[in-house]
């Protein structure tokens, strides 16, 4: 990209702001890496002029360089570590630096490192659709990024991807110790169940104590499947957010309940109006995880005699409505305020952890749930999912 004599004067003004004199932390050890992704050189001269003195809590940049939308990701993968990606939008293609953003994402699954697009031409990548559609979290044109706007958003880059990582090594260790616990109380619950199942072999039919036994058994049984589905929980996926067709994930999860009910011995009635051809911002697997804990619920309360379920997807401007319904009791107004709290059910033998599943899942991809209790005509329950903007025929970018 070649640049006027103009364009250069307006690129000097990170040198001009420079405030000499000011006192700089002691770095620590570990730098924080910084990858600045722009085919001019001068602007790479630059931007590692003016953060040549900077330090957040200590720790000063160690500056890494790409020029290509390829040495990027190259780089990227090289060094997963990296907490700042400051990202030209118009490279080796007037749209590279978006691809990298999306590919960030979506291919290499870093969720973590703090994206910031700089562009010197925001007619290749108008500003509200960046934002709609890409995963990033700042968006500067280059004239903007004085010497001090620059440390104040490498600063703010820099507070939010320790502030994540720190929630993701909490979360690691929570999941490693849930995991952990989980793995002991298993083993202990089938040496109870094991010895119980042996002690009622070689009890007499009419022992009294066999009434006990049966009842541990059934216990060790039911603590084996809340261990279980503590393991599952705490092993859910990190949702890596694409553009997913949303009717095919909707259409898995309705198989998949239908064969749940089946095996449990349920003839129920389904109703589907799930129509083909939009797309939604999210993650598929989990997406359809998520609809498959709420179809299974919904199963387990509608009706005995005559159950039915129903699962409709509603798209209508920005939004995508994906609402299960049952015929059953509803949901009492005391309950409601722990339906999604682990381990709580009014089933006599649930574990209770569909819905605490399904919120979380919900949480960690951004979309919301709301629930229509229908205390004695059945519980209503829905997720919200943004609709991509290609459904409204706005294109998309990469």
Known sequence: MTQTGQEKDDLLFFAEEEQPGQDVPRAAATPWYVLVADDDAEVQTITRLVLSDF?????????????????????????????????????????????????????????????????????HAPEHRVIAELDINDYRHKTELTAE????????????????????EGRERLAHLAMSVAHQVRNRTMTIGGFASLAV?????????????????????RLEHMVGAVSDFASLPHAIRT????????????????????????????????????????AASLLQRLVFEILANASDFAREDGGEV????????????????????????????????????RKADGVGMGLCIARRIAGECGWDIEVDA??????????????????????RFA
């Not at 015929?327 to 059910?345: K, L, Q, R, V, Y």
């Open 149 to 168: 706007r620059l440390h104040t958003t490498v600063t703010a880059a820099l507070r939010s991807f320790r502030d994540l990582r720190a929630v993701e």
């Open 201 to 221: 072999r070689r009890s007499p039919a009419e022992d009294p104590v066999r009434g006990y036994l049966d009842t541990i058994i059934e216990e060790s049984r």
């Open 310 to 345: 129903s699962c409709r997807l509603l798209c209508v401007g920005g939004l995508c409505r994906v609402e299960v319904a049952d015929n059953g009791p509803g949901i009492a107004p005391e309950d409601m305020a722990f339906i999604f709290d682990p381990f709580f059910s």
């Open 374 to 395: 229908g205390f004695g005509r059945g519980a209503r329950v829905s997720v919200l999912l943004p609709s991509w903007a290609g459904n409204n025929g706005h294109g």
């Open 55 to 123: 330090s957040f809590e200590g720790r000063k940049l160690h500056l890494l360089e790409a020029t290509s939308g390829a040495e990027s990701l190259d780089m990227l993968r090289r060094h997963p570590d990296t907490a700042v990606l400051l990202l030209d939008v118009v490279m080796e293609s007037n749209d590279a630096g978006l691809q990298v953003a999306r590919k960030v994402r979506e291919e290499l699954g870093n969720n973590l490192v703090r994206i910031v697009l700089r562009t010197g031409q925001p007619g």
């Open 243 to 282: 553009v997913v067709p949303v009717g095919e994930s909707v259409l898995a999860a309705l198989e998949q309940a239908r064969q749940r009910a089946a095996q449990q011995g349920r003839a129920l009635h389904w109703q589907a109006e799930v129509p083909d051809g939009h797309m939604v911002h999210g």
